[in-house]
């Protein structure tokens, strides 16, 4: 069994707090990693507006997003302006790819990507796109070769610039496996690597799931049956932080059981991309998440 380990960085406080003592973590246990950085303004305070959404509130107190967050952090955007993490954590980015983890592109805005991006046309994603890779060359001094949505949000133009920027795969799903995406009836080229396991924020406060017992059940979540990788995606803001003894004691016990743990970029190198399968890409409902994602469909037929 191989999991591939994607760390999304929502934060300016993720980015300098958190992504330090996941790769000191990490390095420790000599496990490989994905990293993808928001990379323009922390803007955290105004995903409060959700709380009208349907699930966000039950979120919000099943996973004490205030104290895993702080207080500061949910100010941005709002009382207090957001800060430029692109150029304020710009030194710890670099830190974490000079440690020789691999490391890709999030978004530009976190929120304003996660609430707006279904609803926008191409030139509104174009630009939101285009910042975050022009960022990236920025601090990174290359192009990037991965990216991954922040809420696993998407619109079919996004699938396309993924193609035109020549990313080598993404990660913008949920599923089951890696697949080649089909959006409204057009195939494209760059394939997914879907989150395949529930993350830590979805299961806690759920069917009698506590701090304490939550790793028993992503462990569980990878016991092999019909898949032979699957793809966990963690936030810095979280398994960085408040749980990250939570996240280790998961790390060893897969190391233990002699899983294969490594970066997406590890999984996509054993990847034959021309047989993989090809999918429509859906909006659902995922368990603990509040409004629908981008969700990996039935594998097509129009092929």
Same mark, same amino acid.
């Given at each position: $069994?191989?999991i591939?380990l994607?760390?999304?960085?929502?934060t300016?406080?993720?980015?300098?707090?958190?992504?330090p003592?996941?790769a000191?973590? @990490?390095?420790?246990l000599?496990?490989?990693?994905?990293?993808?950085?928001?990379?323009?303004p922390?803007?955290?305070?105004?995903?409060?507006?959700?709380?009208?959404? &349907?699930?966000?509130?039950?979120?919000v107190?099943?996973?004490?997003?205030?104290?895993?967050?702080?207080?500061?952090? @949910?100010?941005?955007g709002?009382?207090?302006?957001?800060?430029?993490?692109?150029?304020?954590?710009?030194?710890?980015?670099r830190?974490?790819?000079?440690? #020789?983890?691999?490391?890709?592109?999030?978004?530009?805005?976190?929120v304003?990507?996660?609430?707006n991006?279904? +609803? %926008?046309?191409?030139?509104?994603?174009? %630009?939101? $796109?285009?910042?975050a890779?022009? +960022? *990236?060359r920025?601090?990174?001094?290359?192009?990037?070769?991965?990216?991954?949505a922040?809420?696993?949000?998407?619109?079919? !133009?996004?699938? =396309?610039?993924?193609?035109?920027?020549? *990313?080598?795969?993404a990660?913008?799903?949920?599923?089951?496996?890696?697949? /080649?995406?089909?959006?409204?009836? %057009?195939?494209?080229?760059?394939?997914?690597?879907?989150?395949?396991l &529930?993350?830590?924020d979805? @299961?806690?406060?759920?069917?009698?799931i506590?701090?304490?017992?939550?790793?028993?059940? /992503?462990?569980a979540?990878?016991?092999?049956?019909?898949?032979?990788? !699957?793809?966990?995606?963690? !936030? =810095?803001?979280?398994?960085?932080?408040?749980?990250?003894?939570?996240?280790?004691?998961?790390?060893?016990e897969?190391? #233990?059981m002699?899983?294969?743990?490594?970066?997406?970029?590890?999984?996509?190198?054993?990847?034959?991309?021309?047989?993989? &399968?090809?999918?429509d890409?859906?909006r659902?409902?995922? &368990?603990?998440?509040?409004?629908?994602? =981008?969700?990996?469909?039935?594998?097509s037929r129009?092929?």
């Amino acid at each position: $069994m191989r999991i591939a380990l994607k760390i999304d960085v929502d934060t300016l406080r993720g980015t300098l707090e958190g992504v330090p003592r996941l790769a000191g973590l @990490l390095s420790r246990l000599s496990i490989n990693a994905t990293f993808l950085f928001s990379l323009g303004p922390d803007h955290t305070g105004r995903a409060l507006r959700r709380l009208l959404r &349907p699930g966000f509130v039950k979120k919000v107190m099943r996973t004490s997003v205030g104290s895993n967050y702080g207080l500061k952090t @949910l100010c941005y955007g709002t009382v207090l302006p957001g800060p430029d993490i692109g150029r304020r954590g710009a030194s710890a980015m670099r830190a974490v790819r000079d440690a #020789g983890f691999e490391v890709g592109i999030h978004t530009w805005d976190h929120v304003r990507w996660q609430d707006n991006v279904f +609803r %926008r046309g191409e030139d509104w994603t174009l %630009r939101e $796109m285009t910042l975050a890779a022009e +960022r *990236f060359r920025e601090v990174f001094g290359s192009e990037a070769k991965t990216i991954g949505a922040a809420g696993w949000q998407m619109n079919a !133009h996004a699938f =396309a610039l993924e193609d035109e920027f020549g *990313f080598d795969y993404a990660s913008d799903t949920r599923g089951t496996r890696p697949f /080649i995406p089909i959006v409204n009836g %057009r195939r494209f080229h760059c394939p997914q690597l879907p989150t395949t396991l &529930p993350t830590l924020d979805e @299961l806690i406060g759920r069917d009698g799931i506590t701090r304490e017992n939550v790793g028993e059940h /992503i462990v569980a979540a990878a016991v092999p049956n019909d898949v032979d990788c !699957h793809v966990l995606t963690l !936030h =810095a803001e979280l398994e960085g932080l408040a749980y990250r003894d939570v996240f280790e004691r998961v790390l060893r016990e897969w190391q #233990g059981m002699g899983f294969d743990l490594g970066s997406t970029g590890d999984l996509f190198e054993t990847i034959d991309v021309q047989s993989l &399968p090809v999918h429509d890409v859906t909006r659902a409902e995922v &368990p603990g998440r509040s409004g629908d994602l =981008a969700v990996q469909g039935e594998r097509s037929r129009l092929l």
